[in-house]
T-cell receptor
Framework: QKEVEQNSGPLSVPEGAIASLNCTYS??????FFWYRQYSGKSPELIMF????GDKEDGRFTAQLNKASQYVSLLIRDSQPSDSATYLC????????????FGAGTRLAVHP | DGGITQSPKYLFRKEGQNVTLSCEQN?????MYWYRQDPGQGLRLIYY???????QKGDIAEGYSVSREKKESFPLTVTSAQKNPTAFYLC?????????FGSGTRLTVV
């Protein structure tokens, strides 16, 4: 079992819709959870981080964390074509050093 | 502006050659990391360092080496022992609230 799993997609949504991206992780000791956006050929950029169970909102983005289910998600409201990218879920592993363990990413395509 | 600078952007390596990828940060971050990304895949950790003169192997350290002589610098050497080095290499630094990435180096074996 991979440590961080994501559906590779592509996830296709119409412009203006809500895009829902999901991620599960295997290490119950994980403390911090991150969502990165990566455009083709570019480096990842941090969108959201969440530490506590529940929801965290930032503009059009909402991160949701459920530690009991080992599940973290990212909702993108009012999706725009510019949101089309690969979204990487990352969690900190056990052992400190804030090492991030990445999922393989979900490719999102927002069509007009 | 604070950030992470990676160079070169593109690098071509001949068989059996060692090459060094540069990573410099002015964010005053203690932790630095090197990741490798292959097409269509996520990031895999090569090496990481929490403090100067200390570094740890990640998941795929074989064929790579690093040094951390200064807080600002964390160069990665891809040695001839790395048999499949063609990939996108990303350097990052962190305070714990997520990592900031450089723009990456695309390495190709010719």
């Amino acid at each position: 079992q991979k440590e961080v799993e994501q559906n590779s997609g592509p996830l296709s949504v119409p412009e203006g819709a809500i895009a829902s991206l999901n991620c599960t992780y295997s290490d119950r000791g994980s403390q911090s959870f991150f969502w990165y956006r990566q455009y083709s050929g570019k480096s990842p950029e941090l969108i959201m981080f969440i530490y506590s169970n529940g929801d965290k909102e930032d503009g059009r983005f909402t991160a949701q964390l459920n530690k009991a289910s080992q599940y973290v998600s990212l909702l993108i409201r009012d999706s725009q074509p510019s949101d089309s990218a690969t979204y990487l879920c990352a969690v900190t592993g056990a052992g400190g050093y804030n090492k991030l363990i990445f999922g393989a990413g979900t490719r999102l395509a927002v069509h007009p | 502006d604070g950030g992470i600078t990676q160079s070169p952007k593109y690098l071509f390596r001949k068989e059996g050659q060692n090459v060094t990828l540069s990573c410099e940060q002015n964010l005053n971050h203690d932790a630095m990391y090197w990741y490798r990304q292959d097409p269509g895949q996520g990031l895999r950790l090569i090496y990481y360092s929490q403090i100067v003169n200390d570094f740890q192997k990640g998941d795929i350290a074989e064929g790579y080496s690093v040094s951390r002589e200064k807080k600002e610098s964390f160069p990665l050497t891809v040695t001839s022992a790395q048999k499949n080095p063609t990939a996108f290499y990303l350097c990052a630094s962190s305070t714990g609230q997520g990592s900031t990435f450089g723009s990456g180096t695309r390495l190709t074996v010719v």
